[in-house]
Antibody, heavy 117, light 108 residues
Framework: EVQLVQSGAEVKKAGESLKISCKGS????????IGWVRQRPGKGLEWMGT????????RYNPTFQGQVTISADKSITTAYLQWSSLKASDTATYYC??????????WGQGTLVTVSS | EIVMTQSPATLSVSPGERATLSCRAS??????LAWYQQKPGQAPRLLIY???TRATGIPARFSGSGSGTEFTLTISSLQSEDFAIYYC??????????FGGGTKVESK
């Protein structure tokens, strides 16, 4: 069974750094693009970027380029999303999802990040 | 950037009725479109890809159609578990992906 298990909820202060994770199992992790999607409270889905763990090739949504860093460690089948300096506007639920061909066919359970100012 | 526009924002439907949701792309995306369902407190779930192919385990009452710039998701006979928010997503301009703003299907 394909599974993506994300790290738990985080409560941070503005200016702090953060790295959240997404561990894949049940499939060949290094051979599938893994994307990150933001969902602010009560809002829609926003694609942030996608990584190919096999060679760590990353493609960013221009809106998020420079704001976050996406990485992966294929040896432990885990993808990461990190911030160096959080803002209150980063408060959201973040999902990782596997791309089968181009669509997202399996999703993590989401990680709620709350940033206080 | 391809902008995806969904309508209506909210659709009020009675159980057993047909629901028709629309998604429009700002430029042609061929059939490179997916539909997702999201229930409160849950992650999105893939329903349809390539505009009209149902994902594994998706009931036949869900169907997708369209190509180019105009797309439709139809739920033929709405069940109670179908009340949710539905999003379309284009992947024609991979690696640049974009979602529509969503349509909330609520009980009439």
């Amino acid at each position: 069974e394909v599974q993506l298990v994300q790290s738990g909820a985080e409560v941070k202060k503005a200016g702090e750094s953060l790295k959240i994770s997404c561990k894949g199992s049940g499939f060949t992790f290094r051979s599938h693009w893994i994307g990150w999607v933001r969902q602010r409270p009560g809002k829609g889905l926003e694609w942030m970027g996608t990584i190919y763990p096999g060679d760590s090739d990353v493609r960013y949504n221009p809106t998020f380029q420079g704001q976050v860093t996406i990485s992966a460690d294929k040896s432990i089948t885990t993808a990461y999303l990190q911030w160096s300096s959080l803002k209150a506007s980063d408060t959201a639920t973040y999902y990782c999802a596997r791309q089968w061909t181009k669509e997202f066919d399996s999703w993590g359970q989401g990680t709620l990040v709350t940033v206080s100012s | 950037e391809i902008v995806m526009t969904q309508s209506p924002a909210t659709l009020s439907v009675s159980p057993g009725e047909r629901a028709t949701l629309s998604c429009r792309a700002s430029q042609s995306i061929s059939s490179d479109l997916a539909w997702y369902q999201q229930k409160p407190g849950q992650a999105p779930r893939l329903l349809i890809y390539e505009a009209s192919t149902r994902a594994t385990g998706i009931p036949a009452r869900f169907s997708g159609s369209g190509s180019g710039t105009e797309f439709t998701l139809t739920i033929s006979s709405l069940q109670s578990e179908d009340f949710a928010i539905y999003y379309c997503q284009q992947y024609n301009k991979w690696p640049l992906l974009s979602f529509g703003g969503g349509t909330k299907v609520e009980s009439k």
